[in-house]
């Protein structure tokens, strides 16, 4: 079983990260997000399929005795995208990680804590998997396998967090981009808009808070979610359908949201400006975009997005990169019991049905082969009989069960 599981992921190490928005299920909302990926387990036989975007990668977790290969990977992702670029297709391979068996999890479990992020040592993309995972669980995508995968991802994952140091000093794209932002002489009083209340923008305003930034007005689908956001940062909420009717102008706008086609577009845009021509700060936390590169081109704007923020990223290396050692030894040990793990859940399956059946065993001598020689015992008799026959149905249950564990280990 541990050969089944398989992973094709695309993440910052291979490609601009704009890019990486080809690979990315665009859909207008969940239910569509689930339709899509119901549609490829089906389509491409998985017997589970776990999917995971944050801004700097996009991962098709699955498992299936299918063997990955470039012809493989190729027909997975025209299914994702078909409209991908052809250059993008012709060059797959060198773009897209493949990963099988135990590899696959190992590359889960690296994830997971931070050792394969942008910015190492963040735990924001812990959260993500889980949310994800969540989601994917709901939607009945995922079985026992993936899970258990998952669950010894997380444990593994604050294992590291206890135990080393990559975490300290604690660094994230968002918190980097706050540091951009107030490079750019954003200050207290500014006008902001944040569009788009997830979890991006939901810590995007931890820092705005930590900033002293009020003067704020969230945008989203969920007003709802708006409103909390916004009740956090001591802003204003408003439904994301008012946001080409804003006339309260802005000095600096975050955007993040789940859309996977640019929603500040150049028209947009100019109407938020109200004929404000002095320059702006868009900080753009989306994969892909949600901001028209158009916007960068035409318009006085200091455009802060995901990409421009690698060189700053790779600072935090310098302190984090002698811990990643010391991570790696700590989910070797997580990675050895994987395989143990499997087995045990295999075997636990395979015997599954062994209490129905014990008991039917019991139910037909009870009631058919024996049931002329029960029928002439007296009442103490039938039931001494029938406890000890109760007796012997919860110790032979237990005796496969105990020797599946043993096994195991």
């Not at 006008?191 to 788009?196: C, E, K, N, P, S």
């Not at 789940?258 to 702006?280: H, N, S």
């Not at 158009?294 to 990169?321: H, M, P, W």
């Amino acid at each position: 079983m541990l050969a089944n599981y398989k992973i094709l992921t695309v993440t910052h190490k291979r490609t601009n990260l704009k890019e990486i928005g080809d690979f990315v299920l665009k859909t207008a909302d969940s239910a569509e997000l689930q339709q899509r990926l119901e549609s490829l387990k089906a389509q491409f036989n998985l017997d589970e399929l776990f999917y995971l975007q944050t801004c700097n990668r996009v991962m098709y977790f699955f498992t299936t005795p299918q063997m990955l290969d470039e012809r493989f990977t190729a027909r997975f992702f025209q299914s994702v995208n078909p409209t991908m670029p052809v250059d993008v297709m012709d060059e797959i391979e060198q773009v897209v990680y493949q990963y099988e068996g135990q590899q696959a999890v190992e590359h889960f479990l690296d994830v997971a804590a931070s050792i394969d992020s942008l910015v190492i040592g963040e735990r924001q993309i812990l959260r993500q998997i889980r949310e994800a995972f969540e989601q994917c669980r709901e939607w009945g995508l995922t079985g026992n396998y993936l899970r258990i995968v998952f669950q010894q991802a997380v444990v593994a994952a604050k294992a590291v967090y206890n135990k080393t140091r990559i975490g300290d000093k604690p660094i994230s794209v968002v918190s980097l981009s706050i540091q951009q932002m107030l490079r750019s002489h954003v200050h207290q009083n500014d006008r902001l808009l944040v569009i788009g209340a997830g979890q991006t923008n939901q810590l995007v305003g931890k820092f705005l808070v930590k900033h002293g930034f009020t003067n704020v007005t969230v945008f989203n689908r969920s007003l709802e979610k708006a409103e909390q956001l916004a009740q956090n940062i001591g802003g204003k909420a408003l439904p994301l359908s008012e946001l080409p009717n804003y006339k309260g102008g802005f000095d600096c706008m975050v955007v993040c949201t789940g859309a996977t086609e640019p929603i500040i577009t150049t028209e947009l845009y100019q109407r938020l400006l109200q004929g404000e021509t002095d320059r702006k700060v868009v900080i753009d936390l989306a994969i892909p975009n949600n901001v028209d590169e158009l916007i960068t081109e035409d318009c006085l704007v200091e455009y802060i997005e995901v990409e421009g923020l690698r060189n700053l990223a790779k600072k935090n290396l310098a302190f984090r990169e002698r811990e990643v050692e010391r991570a790696k030894r700590v989910l070797d040990g997580f990675l050895e019991e994987v395989p143990s793990l499997v087995k045990q859940r295999q075997i636990e399956l395979a015997l599954r049905d062994v209490p129905t059946e014990i008991k039917a065993v019991k139910e037909k001598a009870m009631n058919e082969v024996f049931h002329k020689e029960l029928s002439g015992l007296d009442d103490e008799a039938k039931a001494l009989m029938e406890k000890m026959l109760s007796y012997m149905e919860k110790k032979c249950i237990g005796i496969p069960m105990k020797a599946a564990r043993e096994a195991v280990l």
